[in-house]
């Protein structure tokens, strides 16, 4: 029954790791909603006011949630110098309150200054940051002269228990946030190989839905692995020990989207595209199993699948006797042509890459877990050992960061605090048209449509995203209000747990979190005793004016438009794509080393930028549906086309010291070409002068059997990297077609 109950506990806990890579969410809330709690019982004990309580309870949060630094060291110094940022802002704020036009001038001068503090980096925003909201404090609670006193106290009250909470109760580490991600990688992995054994047995009426889920979990392990990689400088002691973890993250990753692939390929007559496991309603060669007619081998790849599975999720502590060995070595025997089961070729393949699987996760257990009983091994494990040992040797960690050349107003904060500024003028004259009292509730909305957003397309979701919250909050703060009635601490305690909700689910959803945040300003209302069914009304038109005057300086005030920006991202895409590619090809053809799994990643890291631009072109409210569906699909061809990216630099990292992959200088042909055409594209999309067409031409089989070389056998690596490399060529020619370029040579090709 114990154990029972602990496996129930820890699979409830690895879901929820899952589902909150690096507890970062939960954390997050947890220290807020924990700072608030320790700053509202020390000046309850200090007997001051409910208005004091408030401004306290906002201080800490606004000093909790504004620091982002990853070092606690920088936090550290960021805490220190915010609080006396926030009393000048205070104190600011209670020195202007009689006085109307200088005190819109400053605060349109601090809104200033705050967006444009954000191109000195993370200290720079936090700082920002608070000091606007800690003056949008002091005209929340009516701050004058008369109370600066004890508002300072309140305010070195909280920013105190804030750094109590950070640093004793709640403390992180780079460390320690990246334990947990890993932590995160391994149950998203081992939810990805559990879709992955409902998609042997799925029929035609449950496949969509479990597709569904296959891209759902795929894209979710490869987000975890970003995280993982935005991480590893600071929570690793080395480079070469950040390298190692990269170099294991994605061997798993790309071992996992393939044993996804290839159970595709195996359930069908005909090869699937990859553009499946990344575009939803893609189309599938067949609905029908042809692995149901496989018999006796379908039912050791459903055990082993299971098998894998255990593998991923059991971790080092657990890893005794031989039980787990014996999973282990019978997975690792399948690299080995002699041990896989009789089948039809596509199954054999999916066997293959299961052992490749398995093989990914023992790399992966001895970078998070450290060095592992041996005395079990059979040939096959001993061998992966060896291979690993020889990559560890070869691994160097490099890294340059790139700066942001741009200056005056081409650089984005700059842009975007002019914008702001405009914007938040705007509203404080209607605002004041509304309300002379809540007029500032229209600058709030005008200040938050603009952070983290670069174009007018992101400003307008981002506005409508924040009235639809506010709508529904006030729904929800009409009803806690009248629940509340007179009872202080019953209001305090809802007011936490929608500052959790608020802090907890911000990642998620913009919609959700402005329905907190307006929910817990009517428990506040209620506070103060100025809660009235007409405020929160006020509340929803205040809202709506601000964020129409964010648009409006978004659209007029030195604009940046969503075509624009989307296709700065696709040139940096397609630059990084050009530049991971030539150099994985190059390094396969026997050219010089280069860190490849870097540059993979700056695609990735590129593409995640893409994706997000992308966001107002394929949000439901978007009229343009063809726009939408094609940039859903250019998004998606990208993608694949950086997956297969992944694999050749993985393939090419390993080079040196594999026994199963030579380099081969035919290829740099092949690389020549697709490279020419990434150009192409490239070109046309910055509408810069070129000449030339996007070459379709002959299959990359085709150029091989043109040179007398036959193709390499299927189940070789080799054959491995002539299909990353004709599936990349395939999606780069479709980008071409998706954009418009001009596509010459369109024979009929002999895949592979």
Partial sequence: MKAAIRRTVSGTWNRFAASDPGLLRLMAGLRTVGAIV???????????????????????????????????RGQAVTLALGLPVALAAVALGALLHSRIIAGDLFFLALIFGAAYARRFGDRGTALGLIGFQVYFVSLFVHATVATLPELFLTLAVAFACSAVVRFAVFPDSPERTLSRLREAFRARLAQLVA?????????????????????RHTARLHETALMIQGRLEEGTRDASTASL???????????????????????????????????????????????????????????????????????????RGTALAHVRNRLLGYRDEEDLPRGSMAVQDAFRALGEAARAVLGLR???????????????????????????????GVEEEEEDTRTGLKRPTTRAAFQVAA??????????FL?????????????????????????LVKGYRRLLGTVLGVIAGVGLAGLVGNHTWTAFALVLLCVFGMFFTAPLSYALMSFFVTAMLGLL???????SVATLVLRIEETALGAACGIIAAALVLPVHTDRRTDEHLSTVLERLRDAVSAAVAQLSGGPSADLLTLARDLDTALNDLRGSTQPLVHPITPLRVRRQTARYLVALLETCAYHARSLAATAEVLPSSRSVAADPRLERVG????????????????????GEVEAGASIASLLDADGSPVPPSHTVAFRVLRHLQRLDEGVVGIARALDVPVTGRTRRKSI
Wanted: overall charge negative; some cysteine; glycine content about 8%.
């Fill in 195 to 215: 879709t992955h054994r409902e998609l042997v047995d799925a029929g035609p009426e449950e496949l969509d839905g479990v597709l569904d889920d296959l891209r």
């Fill in 423 to 432: 914007g938040s003028a705007l509203a404080i004259v209607g605002g004041e």
């Fill in 525 to 531: 209302y209620t506070l103060l005793n100025t809660y």
């Fill in 38 to 72: 320790l700053t509202l019982v020390v000046l309850a004990l200090l007997g001051t006011g409910v208005t004091l309580l408030v401004a306290g309870a906002m201080a800490a949060m606004v000093s909790t949630f504004a620091i982002r630094e990853k070092e606690v």
């Fill in 672 to 691: 020549r070409r697709i490279g020419q055409n990434i150009d192409l594209i490239s070109a046309r999309v910055k509408e810069e002068p070129t000449e």
């Fill in 435 to 459: 309300s002379t009292q809540r007029w500032y509730w229209a600058v709030l909305t005008c200040w938050v449509v603009f952070l983290n957003t670069a174009s007018t397309g992101e400003v």
């Fill in 366 to 396: 001895l970078a998070l877990d450290g060095p592992q009983d041996e005395s079990d091994d059979t040939s096959a494990t001993a061998r992966s050992r060896e291979e690993f040992d020889a990559e560890d040797l070869a691994i160097v």
């Fill in 245 to 319: 973890l990269q170099r294991r993250i994605a061997d798993a990753e790309i071992a996992a989207e393939r044993l996804g692939m290839t159970l595709l390929n195996a359930r069908s007559a005909e090869r699937t595209d990859t553009l499946t496991l990344h575009l939803p309603h893609a189309p599938v060669p067949a609905t029908g199993n042809r692995m149901q007619s496989e018999g006796d081998a379908v039912a050791t790849l459903r055990r082993d699948l299971d098998a894998l599975g255990l593998l991923v999720a059991r971790r080092a502590p657990g890893d």
